[in-house]
């Protein structure tokens, strides 16, 4: 629906680390996406027709930084982040990498910048995804 819709969005997270050829256990799927008013309309737009509409206020909340909507429950919900460390969206945007899943264009955020993003959080499981990786947790 996200691709329907015009969405423009990145997985990252877990999901992302496992496109990147090491899977690991989550209970959620991240999506970062973009923090334009016609890309919060649009998934807002996705969002009510999936039946999260009544989560939100409107397509404005989308656009508060920083911010995490979580939509659903473990282990099939989603989070919505509008903002990530380390990495700014339209950057990621160009750099992405873009897979064909079961015929659907799906984007996933760069290498470099899933590392970018996981040295600058700095949390205990980022550090186990970057050694995951093969890749020292500072440069």
Known sequence: MLNSHGVEYLIVGAHALAFHGHPRYTADIDFFIQTTRANAERLYDVLCEFGFGDSLDG??????????????????????LNQIDGVEFAGAWERRVVSELDGISVPFISLDDFVANKR???????????????VEPEP
Request: aromatic share 8%.
């Open 120 to 134: 600058a959080a700095g949390r205990k499981k980022d550090a186990y995804d970057l050694e995951a990786l093969g």
């Open 59 to 80: 397509p404005e909340d989308l656009l508060k930084e920083p911010a995490v909507f979580m939509l659903g429950r473990q282990p099939f919900r989603i989070d919505l």
